[in-house]
């Protein structure tokens, strides 16, 4: 399984920014693909999730709201819409993937994609 995350970049307050994660390797109809984010010296935090089958997502609640998670089954890819963002939502982002539906913790996820940069500047 391989798994690229791309999309991040700076972006001021309040504005928006798509991530994109390619998947590769398998297929993914029984799989849930999270987001994690995670800055220097804090635990790698659960963001967004979608169910591949059925597209049920779930998110924490300081991006509710702001951030959506969508999937393209044709492309196997797995998006995070992030918008109205705040220098907090700074991190690097990865995406992930476990066979447990719906979960939140990284301690369930099996396979990652190499993070990519999100700097939100106030």
């Known amino acids: 399984v391989q798994l690229q995350a791309y999309g991040g970049g700076l972006v001021q307050a309040g504005g928006s920014l798509r991530l994109s994660c390619a998947a590769s390797?398998?297929?993914?109809?029984?799989?849930?693909m999270g987001w994690f984010r995670q800055t220097p010296g804090k635990e790698r935090e659960f963001v967004a999730a979608?169910?591949?089958?059925?597209?049920?997502?779930y998110y924490t609640n300081s991006v509710k709201g702001r951030f959506t998670i969508s999937r393209d089954n044709a492309e196997n890819t797995v998006f995070l819409q992030m918008n109205s963002l705040k220098p907090e939502d700074t991190a690097v982002y990865y995406c992930?993937?476990?066979?447990?539906?719906?979960?939140?913790?990284?301690?369930?996820?099996?396979?990652w994609g190499q993070g990519t940069q999100v700097t939100v500047s106030s």
């Open positions: 979608i169910r591949w089958s059925t597209g049920s997502t």
């Open positions: 390797g398998r297929t993914f109809s029984g799989y849930t």
């Open positions: 992930a993937v476990t066979d447990l539906p719906g979960s939140r913790s990284r301690y369930n996820y099996k396979y």
